[in-house]
Protein backbone atom coordinates (compact mmCIF):
# COMPACT_ATOMS: atom_id res chain seq x y z
CA UNK A 1 0.00 0.00 0.00
CA UNK A 2 1.33 3.14 -0.85
CA UNK A 3 1.63 5.32 3.05
CA UNK A 4 2.09 8.91 2.76
CA UNK A 5 4.18 10.57 5.70
CA UNK A 6 3.76 14.37 5.39
CA UNK A 7 6.75 16.00 6.97
CA UNK A 8 7.36 20.05 7.77
CA UNK A 9 11.20 20.28 8.20
CA UNK A 10 11.30 24.24 8.64
CA UNK A 11 10.50 24.93 12.22
CA UNK A 12 8.89 21.76 13.08
CA UNK A 13 7.30 21.12 16.87
CA UNK A 14 7.44 24.81 18.03
CA UNK A 15 4.91 24.00 21.00
CA UNK A 16 8.29 21.82 22.17
CA UNK A 17 10.43 25.35 22.32
CA UNK A 18 9.44 25.35 26.84
CA UNK A 19 11.99 22.29 26.60
CA UNK A 20 14.08 21.97 23.37
CA UNK A 21 15.61 24.69 21.17
CA UNK A 22 15.03 25.22 17.61
CA UNK A 23 18.00 22.78 16.77
CA UNK A 24 16.87 20.17 19.10
CA UNK A 25 13.24 20.81 17.98
CA UNK A 26 14.81 19.71 14.22
CA UNK A 27 16.76 16.83 15.07
CA UNK A 28 13.85 15.54 17.13
CA UNK A 29 11.59 15.57 14.85
CA UNK A 30 13.51 14.13 12.21
CA UNK A 31 14.49 11.32 14.72
CA UNK A 32 10.64 10.85 14.67
CA UNK A 33 10.12 10.70 11.24
CA UNK A 34 13.22 8.16 10.69
CA UNK A 35 11.79 5.92 13.66
CA UNK A 36 8.06 6.34 11.40
CA UNK A 37 9.73 4.94 7.85
CA UNK A 38 11.52 2.74 9.99
CA UNK A 39 8.41 0.81 11.65
CA UNK A 40 6.85 1.08 7.76
CA UNK A 41 10.08 -0.51 6.68
CA UNK A 42 9.82 -3.12 9.22
CA UNK A 43 6.08 -3.44 8.30
CA UNK A 44 6.95 -4.65 5.14
CA UNK A 45 9.49 -6.87 5.45
CA UNK A 46 8.12 -8.77 8.90
CA UNK A 47 4.42 -8.63 8.26
CA UNK A 48 3.87 -9.24 4.56
CA UNK A 49 2.10 -5.89 4.32
CA UNK A 50 3.29 -4.06 0.98
CA UNK A 51 4.49 -0.95 2.09
CA UNK A 52 5.60 1.92 -0.34
CA UNK A 53 5.99 4.92 1.46
CA UNK A 54 6.11 8.84 0.18
CA UNK A 55 7.59 11.48 2.16
CA UNK A 56 5.53 14.72 1.42
CA UNK A 57 7.57 17.12 2.58
CA UNK A 58 6.99 21.40 2.52
CA UNK A 59 10.57 21.27 1.73
CA UNK A 60 13.78 18.89 0.13
CA UNK A 61 14.81 16.04 2.88
CA UNK A 62 17.43 13.57 2.67
CA UNK A 63 15.85 9.92 4.27
CA UNK A 64 15.45 7.06 3.96
CA UNK A 65 12.68 7.28 1.40
CA UNK A 66 11.27 8.85 -1.81
CA UNK A 67 10.37 12.25 -1.17
CA UNK A 68 7.55 14.46 -3.02
CA UNK A 69 8.22 18.33 -1.98
CA UNK A 70 4.66 19.97 -1.93
CA UNK A 71 4.66 23.48 -0.05
CA UNK A 72 0.88 23.62 -0.13
CA UNK A 73 -0.91 23.42 3.25
CA UNK A 74 -1.33 19.72 4.72
CA UNK A 75 -5.18 19.42 3.38
CA UNK A 76 -4.16 20.06 0.12
CA UNK A 77 -1.01 18.06 -0.20
CA UNK A 78 -2.42 15.09 1.16
CA UNK A 79 -5.76 15.55 -0.93
CA UNK A 80 -3.22 15.21 -4.14
CA UNK A 81 -1.91 11.41 -2.96
CA UNK A 82 -5.83 10.33 -2.33
CA UNK A 83 -7.30 8.09 -4.22
CA UNK A 84 -10.04 10.11 -7.01
CA UNK A 85 -10.76 7.04 -8.98
CA UNK A 86 -12.45 3.89 -7.88
CA UNK A 87 -9.69 1.80 -9.77
CA UNK A 88 -6.90 3.81 -7.56
CA UNK A 89 -5.39 1.78 -5.21
CA UNK A 90 -5.61 2.24 -1.30
CA UNK A 91 -3.27 5.05 -0.22
CA UNK A 92 -2.58 5.07 4.04
CA UNK A 93 -1.59 8.77 5.28
CA UNK A 94 1.01 8.35 9.04
CA UNK A 95 1.57 11.21 10.63
CA UNK A 96 5.15 12.12 11.09
CA UNK A 97 5.44 12.66 15.01
CA UNK A 98 4.33 9.02 15.73
CA UNK A 99 7.00 8.32 17.96
CA UNK A 100 5.40 5.29 19.35
CA UNK A 101 4.05 3.62 16.67
CA UNK A 102 5.14 -0.17 15.94
CA UNK A 103 4.92 -2.14 13.38
CA UNK A 104 2.37 -3.91 15.17
CA UNK A 105 0.19 -1.17 15.66
CA UNK A 106 0.30 0.34 11.53
CA UNK A 107 -0.60 -3.40 10.83
CA UNK A 108 -3.51 -2.64 12.63
CA UNK A 109 -4.65 0.70 10.57
CA UNK A 110 -3.75 -1.96 7.21
CA UNK A 111 -5.94 -4.31 8.66
CA UNK A 112 -9.74 -3.50 8.43
CA UNK A 113 -11.18 -3.32 4.77
CA UNK A 114 -12.94 -0.56 5.31
CA UNK A 115 -13.71 2.28 2.55
CA UNK A 116 -12.04 4.68 5.39
CA UNK A 117 -10.22 3.73 8.33
CA UNK A 118 -9.08 6.18 10.67
CA UNK A 119 -6.58 6.34 13.90
CA UNK A 120 -7.38 9.21 16.37
CA UNK A 121 -5.10 11.09 17.78
CA UNK A 122 -5.39 13.05 21.31
CA UNK A 123 -7.21 15.45 21.11
CA UNK A 124 -9.50 15.58 18.41
CA UNK A 125 -6.89 14.82 15.62
CA UNK A 126 -6.18 11.76 12.68
CA UNK A 127 -2.80 10.54 13.54
CA UNK A 128 -3.09 7.99 10.99
CA UNK A 129 -6.06 7.14 8.17
CA UNK A 130 -6.27 4.61 4.96
CA UNK A 131 -8.56 5.74 2.03
CA UNK A 132 -10.32 3.52 -0.17
CA UNK A 133 -12.84 5.46 -1.70
CA UNK A 134 -12.63 7.68 -4.28
CA UNK A 135 -14.59 10.64 -2.83
CA UNK A 136 -13.10 11.15 0.34
CA UNK A 137 -10.96 14.02 1.50
CA UNK A 138 -9.18 15.47 4.48
CA UNK A 139 -9.75 18.39 6.58
CA UNK A 140 -6.61 18.39 9.05
CA UNK A 141 -7.85 21.67 10.38
CA UNK A 142 -10.14 21.71 13.91
CA UNK A 143 -11.47 18.50 15.27
CA UNK A 144 -10.16 16.72 12.08
CA UNK A 145 -11.17 13.03 13.34
CA UNK A 146 -14.55 14.30 13.91
CA UNK A 147 -14.45 15.78 10.75
CA UNK A 148 -13.25 12.90 8.73
CA UNK A 149 -16.36 10.90 10.48
CA UNK A 150 -18.71 12.76 8.57
CA UNK A 151 -17.25 13.71 5.50
CA UNK A 152 -17.15 9.58 5.21
CA UNK A 153 -20.96 9.78 6.15
CA UNK A 154 -20.92 11.88 3.38
CA UNK A 155 -19.38 10.48 0.70
CA UNK A 156 -21.15 6.87 1.40
CA UNK A 157 -17.66 5.73 2.71
CA UNK A 158 -17.99 3.11 5.20
CA UNK A 159 -15.51 3.31 8.03
CA UNK A 160 -13.30 1.29 10.46
CA UNK A 161 -11.64 3.24 13.45
CA UNK A 162 -7.98 1.54 14.85
CA UNK A 163 -7.85 1.65 18.59
CA UNK A 164 -4.51 2.50 19.62
CA UNK A 165 -2.89 4.05 21.81
CA UNK A 166 0.38 3.91 20.43
CA UNK A 167 -1.07 5.64 17.25
CA UNK A 168 -3.05 8.36 19.20
CA UNK A 169 0.04 9.41 20.24
CA UNK A 170 1.53 12.16 18.34
CA UNK A 171 4.46 14.06 19.84
CA UNK A 172 3.50 18.16 20.33
CA UNK A 173 4.13 18.91 23.63
CA UNK A 174 6.15 18.68 26.80
CA UNK A 175 3.70 16.63 28.35
CA UNK A 176 3.83 13.95 25.10
CA UNK A 177 7.66 13.39 25.67
CA UNK A 178 6.67 11.24 28.90
CA UNK A 179 4.74 8.90 26.74
CA UNK A 180 8.20 8.66 24.24
CA UNK A 181 10.07 8.18 27.05
CA UNK A 182 8.23 5.48 28.46
CA UNK A 183 6.73 3.79 25.51
CA UNK A 184 8.98 4.43 22.65
CA UNK A 185 11.08 1.85 20.82
CA UNK A 186 13.40 3.91 18.51
CA UNK A 187 15.84 6.61 17.74
CA UNK A 188 13.69 9.61 19.42
CA UNK A 189 13.59 7.85 22.49
CA UNK A 190 17.30 7.06 22.61
CA UNK A 191 17.89 10.58 21.60
CA UNK A 192 15.91 12.03 24.28
CA UNK A 193 17.30 9.86 27.02
CA UNK A 194 21.05 10.57 25.26
CA UNK A 195 20.24 14.25 26.13
CA UNK A 196 19.50 13.80 29.83
CA UNK A 197 15.41 14.03 29.69
CA UNK A 198 14.39 11.11 32.38
CA UNK A 199 10.80 10.74 33.97
CA UNK A 200 10.63 12.86 37.11
CA UNK A 201 7.72 11.65 39.41
CA UNK A 202 8.72 13.90 42.80
CA UNK A 203 5.10 14.73 43.90
CA UNK A 204 3.79 11.22 42.58
CA UNK A 205 2.37 12.87 39.19
CA UNK A 206 4.51 12.55 36.08
CA UNK A 207 6.95 14.34 34.50
CA UNK A 208 9.79 14.88 32.35
CA UNK A 209 12.74 16.46 34.11
CA UNK A 210 16.21 17.05 32.06
CA UNK A 211 19.77 16.10 33.67
CA UNK A 212 22.15 18.30 31.60
CA UNK A 213 24.79 17.67 33.13
CA UNK A 214 27.11 20.00 34.37
CA UNK A 215 30.44 20.12 36.70
CA UNK B 1 -13.08 -13.44 35.10
CA UNK B 2 -13.17 -11.41 38.66
CA UNK B 3 -12.77 -7.52 37.87
CA UNK B 4 -12.38 -5.16 40.77
CA UNK B 5 -13.19 -1.43 39.37
CA UNK B 6 -11.73 0.85 42.13
CA UNK B 7 -13.68 3.74 42.91
CA UNK B 8 -13.86 6.87 45.46
CA UNK B 9 -16.75 8.87 45.92
CA UNK B 10 -15.61 11.19 47.94
CA UNK B 11 -14.65 14.36 46.21
CA UNK B 12 -13.73 12.75 42.84
CA UNK B 13 -12.06 14.68 40.03
CA UNK B 14 -11.08 17.54 41.73
CA UNK B 15 -8.46 18.40 38.60
CA UNK B 16 -12.27 19.13 36.62
CA UNK B 17 -12.75 21.83 39.23
CA UNK B 18 -11.96 24.69 36.75
CA UNK B 19 -14.87 23.64 34.56
CA UNK B 20 -17.33 21.17 37.29
CA UNK B 21 -18.31 22.06 40.79
CA UNK B 22 -18.05 19.91 43.17
CA UNK B 23 -21.39 18.44 43.12
CA UNK B 24 -21.50 18.13 39.24
CA UNK B 25 -18.05 16.17 39.46
CA UNK B 26 -19.29 13.56 41.78
CA UNK B 27 -22.23 12.82 38.96
CA UNK B 28 -20.16 13.31 36.56
CA UNK B 29 -17.44 10.71 38.28
CA UNK B 30 -20.46 8.71 39.36
CA UNK B 31 -21.71 8.51 35.48
CA UNK B 32 -18.43 7.32 34.62
CA UNK B 33 -18.07 4.28 37.04
CA UNK B 34 -21.59 3.75 35.66
CA UNK B 35 -20.84 3.41 32.19
CA UNK B 36 -17.70 0.90 32.64
CA UNK B 37 -19.74 -1.30 34.77
CA UNK B 38 -22.35 -1.18 31.66
CA UNK B 39 -19.32 -2.24 29.62
CA UNK B 40 -18.26 -4.89 31.62
CA UNK B 41 -21.96 -6.04 32.06
CA UNK B 42 -22.17 -5.75 28.21
CA UNK B 43 -18.81 -7.90 27.39
CA UNK B 44 -20.20 -11.00 29.49
CA UNK B 45 -23.45 -10.78 27.66
CA UNK B 46 -22.16 -10.13 24.29
CA UNK B 47 -18.92 -11.13 24.25
CA UNK B 48 -18.56 -14.69 25.99
CA UNK B 49 -16.19 -13.32 28.57
CA UNK B 50 -17.28 -14.06 31.79
CA UNK B 51 -17.01 -11.36 33.48
CA UNK B 52 -17.82 -11.21 37.60
CA UNK B 53 -17.77 -7.55 38.69
CA UNK B 54 -16.78 -5.58 42.07
CA UNK B 55 -16.79 -2.09 42.79
CA UNK B 56 -13.68 -1.74 45.24
CA UNK B 57 -14.79 1.62 46.87
CA UNK B 58 -13.78 3.92 49.95
CA UNK B 59 -16.72 4.42 50.60
CA UNK B 60 -20.72 2.81 50.57
CA UNK B 61 -22.16 3.47 46.57
CA UNK B 62 -25.44 1.96 45.69
CA UNK B 63 -24.56 1.04 41.92
CA UNK B 64 -24.94 -1.90 39.88
CA UNK B 65 -22.79 -4.70 40.79
CA UNK B 66 -21.51 -6.15 44.46
CA UNK B 67 -19.58 -3.66 46.57
CA UNK B 68 -16.85 -4.12 48.45
CA UNK B 69 -15.99 -0.74 51.03
CA UNK B 70 -12.02 -0.99 51.61
CA UNK B 71 -10.73 2.69 52.82
CA UNK B 72 -7.27 2.19 52.29
CA UNK B 73 -5.46 4.29 49.77
CA UNK B 74 -5.62 2.39 46.59
CA UNK B 75 -2.45 -0.07 46.23
CA UNK B 76 -3.46 -1.61 49.53
CA UNK B 77 -6.45 -1.97 48.43
CA UNK B 78 -5.88 -3.42 45.43
CA UNK B 79 -3.27 -6.05 46.52
CA UNK B 80 -5.76 -7.16 49.10
CA UNK B 81 -8.31 -8.33 45.40
CA UNK B 82 -5.04 -9.98 43.57
CA UNK B 83 -4.29 -13.56 43.39
CA UNK B 84 -1.79 -14.37 46.17
CA UNK B 85 -1.86 -18.53 45.69
CA UNK B 86 -1.12 -20.41 41.82
CA UNK B 87 -4.42 -21.88 42.53
CA UNK B 88 -6.59 -18.35 42.26
CA UNK B 89 -8.63 -17.24 39.58
CA UNK B 90 -7.30 -14.48 37.69
CA UNK B 91 -8.25 -10.40 38.44
CA UNK B 92 -8.56 -8.09 36.46
CA UNK B 93 -8.72 -4.14 37.67
CA UNK B 94 -9.98 -1.23 35.37
CA UNK B 95 -10.31 1.74 37.00
CA UNK B 96 -13.69 4.01 37.16
CA UNK B 97 -12.95 6.88 34.75
CA UNK B 98 -12.01 5.43 31.65
CA UNK B 99 -15.35 6.79 30.05
CA UNK B 100 -14.40 6.18 26.30
CA UNK B 101 -13.81 1.95 27.75
CA UNK B 102 -16.20 -0.14 25.14
CA UNK B 103 -16.77 -4.17 25.40
CA UNK B 104 -14.24 -4.55 22.51
CA UNK B 105 -11.75 -2.53 24.50
CA UNK B 106 -12.19 -4.61 27.11
CA UNK B 107 -12.41 -7.61 25.73
CA UNK B 108 -8.58 -7.07 24.43
CA UNK B 109 -7.49 -6.76 27.91
CA UNK B 110 -9.01 -10.64 28.69
CA UNK B 111 -7.33 -11.84 25.28
CA UNK B 112 -3.54 -12.62 26.02
CA UNK B 113 -3.11 -15.33 28.13
CA UNK B 114 0.08 -13.82 29.74
CA UNK B 115 0.63 -13.77 33.47
CA UNK B 116 0.09 -9.91 33.51
CA UNK B 117 -1.13 -7.55 30.84
CA UNK B 118 -1.31 -4.11 31.58
CA UNK B 119 -3.52 -1.56 29.41
CA UNK B 120 -1.21 1.69 30.02
CA UNK B 121 -2.55 5.10 30.54
CA UNK B 122 -1.81 8.39 29.18
CA UNK B 123 0.91 9.88 31.37
CA UNK B 124 2.78 7.06 32.71
CA UNK B 125 -0.74 5.20 34.66
CA UNK B 126 -1.72 2.02 34.54
CA UNK B 127 -5.37 2.04 33.79
CA UNK B 128 -6.37 -1.70 33.35
CA UNK B 129 -4.84 -4.74 34.20
CA UNK B 130 -5.25 -8.46 34.32
CA UNK B 131 -2.89 -10.66 37.02
CA UNK B 132 -2.43 -14.19 37.03
CA UNK B 133 0.59 -14.08 38.71
CA UNK B 134 0.21 -15.21 42.44
CA UNK B 135 3.86 -12.84 43.36
CA UNK B 136 2.77 -9.50 41.15
CA UNK B 137 1.27 -6.87 43.51
CA UNK B 138 0.58 -2.95 42.27
CA UNK B 139 2.18 0.33 43.47
CA UNK B 140 -0.20 3.19 41.57
CA UNK B 141 1.57 5.89 42.70
CA UNK B 142 4.10 8.10 40.29
CA UNK B 143 4.74 5.63 37.27
CA UNK B 144 2.35 3.07 37.69
CA UNK B 145 3.38 1.44 34.16
CA UNK B 146 7.27 1.60 34.52
CA UNK B 147 6.61 0.29 37.74
CA UNK B 148 4.11 -2.62 37.49
CA UNK B 149 6.56 -3.49 34.18
CA UNK B 150 9.20 -3.73 36.23
CA UNK B 151 7.48 -5.38 39.16
CA UNK B 152 6.09 -8.14 36.68
CA UNK B 153 9.83 -8.73 35.49
CA UNK B 154 11.35 -8.81 39.39
CA UNK B 155 8.48 -11.84 39.74
CA UNK B 156 9.75 -13.76 36.98
CA UNK B 157 5.74 -12.97 35.18
CA UNK B 158 5.39 -12.86 31.31
CA UNK B 159 3.73 -9.66 30.17
CA UNK B 160 1.48 -8.53 27.63
CA UNK B 161 0.28 -4.49 26.85
CA UNK B 162 -2.22 -3.90 25.57
CA UNK B 163 -2.19 -1.22 22.73
CA UNK B 164 -5.42 0.96 23.12
CA UNK B 165 -6.77 4.48 23.17
CA UNK B 166 -9.93 3.55 24.69
CA UNK B 167 -7.99 2.13 27.74
CA UNK B 168 -5.43 4.68 27.89
CA UNK B 169 -7.96 7.86 28.09
CA UNK B 170 -8.43 8.24 31.65
CA UNK B 171 -10.43 11.40 32.85
CA UNK B 172 -8.53 13.34 35.38
CA UNK B 173 -8.42 17.10 33.32
CA UNK B 174 -10.50 19.48 31.18
CA UNK B 175 -8.64 18.38 28.33
CA UNK B 176 -9.76 14.80 28.52
CA UNK B 177 -13.52 15.97 28.08
CA UNK B 178 -12.42 16.64 24.14
CA UNK B 179 -12.35 13.02 24.42
CA UNK B 180 -15.04 12.13 26.22
CA UNK B 181 -17.33 14.63 23.99
CA UNK B 182 -15.88 12.95 20.52
CA UNK B 183 -14.93 9.28 21.07
CA UNK B 184 -17.72 8.61 24.21
CA UNK B 185 -20.59 6.37 23.92
CA UNK B 186 -22.21 6.72 27.18
CA UNK B 187 -24.20 8.00 29.65
CA UNK B 188 -21.23 10.29 30.46
CA UNK B 189 -20.96 11.90 27.09
CA UNK B 190 -24.81 12.37 27.15
CA UNK B 191 -24.18 14.36 30.26
CA UNK B 192 -22.16 16.27 29.49
CA UNK B 193 -23.60 17.51 26.38
CA UNK B 194 -26.89 17.55 28.14
CA UNK B 195 -24.82 19.82 30.46
CA UNK B 196 -24.09 22.19 28.03
CA UNK B 197 -20.48 20.98 26.77
CA UNK B 198 -19.08 21.17 23.33
CA UNK B 199 -15.98 20.94 20.98
CA UNK B 200 -14.75 24.37 20.56
CA UNK B 201 -12.04 24.66 17.39
CA UNK B 202 -11.87 28.64 17.39
CA UNK B 203 -8.31 29.20 16.87
CA UNK B 204 -7.94 25.59 14.71
CA UNK B 205 -7.23 23.50 18.28
CA UNK B 206 -9.88 21.73 20.02
CA UNK B 207 -10.93 22.80 23.45
CA UNK B 208 -13.85 22.21 25.53
CA UNK B 209 -16.93 25.00 25.99
CA UNK B 210 -20.24 25.54 27.58
CA UNK B 211 -23.02 26.42 26.86
CA UNK B 212 -25.03 27.67 29.90
CA UNK B 213 -27.92 28.94 28.03
CA UNK B 214 -29.36 31.17 29.96
CA UNK B 215 -31.64 34.28 29.11
Redesign the interface.
Known amino acids: MRVVVPFAPERPKTRLAPVLDEAERATFARRMLDDVLDALSALDRERRVSVDPLVLSTAPVDCDAPVTVDERPLTEAVDATLPSDADDDPVAVVMADLALATP??LE?LCEPNADVVLA?G????TNALVARHPDFRVDY???S??DHREIAHEVGADLAVV???????DVDEP?DL??VL??GEGSARDWLAAEGFE?A?DD???DIGRNTGGS
Open positions: AARPRGGGHGAFRDSFRLSSAVELHLTGRV
